[in-house]
């Protein structure tokens, strides 16, 4: 068996998924959602959507489609479309219970190591793999950087619409770029880190003074990543409260607009 250790943030979590593989051979499908990339374009960036307790392909499908709609109008993403790919994992239920345990603790998933080998093999890029959980209550994403593959789980149930879970996934979108819990009372605390929750004021000064204006949006708040003492930018973020947000704030996009453009 073969393990590997993957830090994930679902409000405020650091913890572990396992990947596990198998002797046996397993193939599948990848095929892209949208316009299908030329063989002479090279996407910097592939958003993968992967389907779980789906009643059939009809119905998985729908839901990547409104994310990306959301996704492509978000900034900065919005600046960046062209440098994505979006793609769906073609599993029948019988297939994703070979690929997929799931557990009763958190993460509450376990994924297959050949399962995502493959789809680096195939696309042979950076990949946000976001596994959709028709029937799941826990959202949870690796905290990972813009350049390195990740995974992203979505509980589905937890949404109470689709503006809601739009939101939801661009949250934990975001921490699989990089971007920390920016909420007080978050269910765990985590440790501070740029670009958007410093643990003193002189060090937020550092990472975002030069966005601190009279009137302005961007100053030094209190609290993120669970601690009091920590120091945000922003009273209200993707980052924070998504339900009471609309988008990740002047220092997040900042970050992932560079990120981006590396």
Same mark, same amino acid.
């Given at each position: 068996m073969f393990k590997r250790i993957i830090r994930l943030t679902g409000g405020g979590f650091f913890l572990f998924i396992l990947l596990f593989c198998f002797a046996s051979g397993f193939s599948y499908e990848i095929e892209p959602l949208g316009k299908k990339p030329l063989p002479k374009e090279k996407s910097a960036f592939n958003l993968v959507f992967c389907p779980l307790n789906y009643p059939d392909k009809e119905a998985f499908q729908k839901d990547p489609r409104s994310l990306i709609v959301r996704f492509k109008e978000t900034k900065p993403f919005d600046e960046f479309n062209a440098s994505f790919a979006f793609w769906q994992v073609d599993l029948t239920g019988a297939e994703a219970a070979q690929v997929f345990k799931l557990t009763q603790d *958190? =993460? =509450?998933? #376990?994924?297959?190591?050949? *399962?995502?080998? @493959? %789809? $680096?093999? #195939?696309? #042979?890029?950076?990949? #946000?793999?976001? %596994? %959709? !959980?028709?029937?799941? *209550? &826990? $959202?949870c994403a690796e905290l990972s950087e813009a350049g390195k593959d990740s995974l992203i789980i979505i509980g589905r149930k937890s949404y109470i619409d689709d503006n809601d879970f739009a939101k939801g996934f661009l949250h934990e979108l975001g921490h699989s770029f990089g971007l920390r819990d920016e909420c007080v009372n978050c269910r765990q605390r985590s440790s501070s880190g740029y670009p958007n929750c410093a643990s003193s004021a002189e060090e937020a000064?550092?990472?975002? @003074? !030069?966005? &601190?204006v009279e009137g302005g949006r961007v100053g030094y708040i209190s609290g993120c990543c669970g601690n009091e003492g920590y120091i945000r930018p922003t009273i209200a973020s993707l980052m924070n409260d998504f339900r009471r947000a609309d988008d990740f704030g002047p220092v997040n996009e900042r970050y992932l607009r560079e990120a981006l453009k590396k």
């Open positions: *958190f =993460p =509450p998933l #376990k994924v297959r190591n050949d *399962f995502l080998a @493959g %789809i $680096s093999d #195939k696309l #042979k890029g950076v990949y #946000k793999l976001v %596994i %959709i !959980d028709a029937k799941g *209550f &826990v $959202s000064q550092k990472w975002w @003074g !030069d966005l &601190v």
